[in-house]
């Protein structure tokens, strides 16, 4: 069974500067994706940056960035610039890929609440 | 607008009373889903489905129904609900391609429900 594992309940980083997310997965599967989604204080749920396990370049997506490590399963999250709207619980996901024994479903780490101080 | 609707957005109810979260989407997409989401656990997969009449469980599938009889609506029923399942509930939806599910699924806004 896969997991994900988000060891930084909380953060906080000045307006501006830059922060990094840590995420770690365990599984065996070779095809699948990882997002990183961030839920501000309306609940809603939004899709930040995704990350497909087969392409070896890193996403980017304006000020968001990743740093993919395969081998090491780790799946970080990087804001440059950090702005007050910044703020927000993010999640990490994974889900598999393809069709073979694929329910679609998500499976969320715990999530990481960041504060943009001014 | 393309979006994924959800209500209520707010319940509190008490134990035992029989409550169905309704879940619509306009995207006419085949797959959709169920989440609730708690502290310290992120969010867990309820119930899900591929397709009309198509549904299968998910990681946390105890005390909830659910039935897909038009692809557009993807309902939640807790026929008997109780204070552990006090939490906040998220429906999902996405297409299914050459690929299987879509990698990107679309939330609803969330339902809040207090169990008394």
């Known amino acids: 069974a896969q997991t994900v594992t988000q060891s930084q309940p909380e953060m906080s980083v000045q307006e501006a500067e830059t922060v990094t997310l840590s995420c770690t997965y365990d599984t065996s599967e070779n095809n699948y994706y990882l997002f990183w989604y961030k839920q501000p204080p309306s609940r809603q749920m939004i899709l930040v940056i995704r990350?497909?396990?087969?392409?070896?370049q890193n996403a980017t997506e304006n000020r968001f960035s990743v740093n993919f490590q395969k081998a090491a399963k780790s799946f970080s999250l990087k804001i440059s610039d950090s702005q007050l709207g910044d703020t927000a619980m993010y999640f990490c996901a994974f889900m598999k890929q393809g069709h073979s024994g694929n329910t679609g479903k998500l499976i969320f780490g715990q999530g990481t609440t960041l504060q943009v101080k001014p | 607008e393309a979006q994924v609707t959800q209500n209520p957005r707010y319940l509190i109810t008490v134990t035992g009373k029989k409550l169905t979260v309704t879940c619509s989407q306009n995207?006419?997409?085949?797959?959709m889903s169920w989440y609730r989401q708690d502290p310290g656990l992120g969010l867990r997969q309820i119930y899900y489905s591929m397709n009309v009449e198509v549904t299968d469980k998910g990681d946390v599938p105890e005390g909830y129904k659910v039935s897909r009889k038009e692809k557009r609506n993807f309902p939640l029923i807790l026929e008997s609900p109780s204070p552990n399942q006090t939490s906040l509930y998220f429906c999902?939806?996405?297409?299914?391609?050459?690929?299987?599910?879509?990698?990107?699924?679309?939330f609803g806004p969330g339902t809040r429900l207090t169990v008394l």
């Open positions: 995207m006419n997409h085949e797959y």
């Open positions: 999902a939806s996405s297409p299914i391609v050459l690929a299987g599910v879509h990698n990107e699924q679309f």
């Open positions: 990350q497909e396990a087969y392409k070896q």
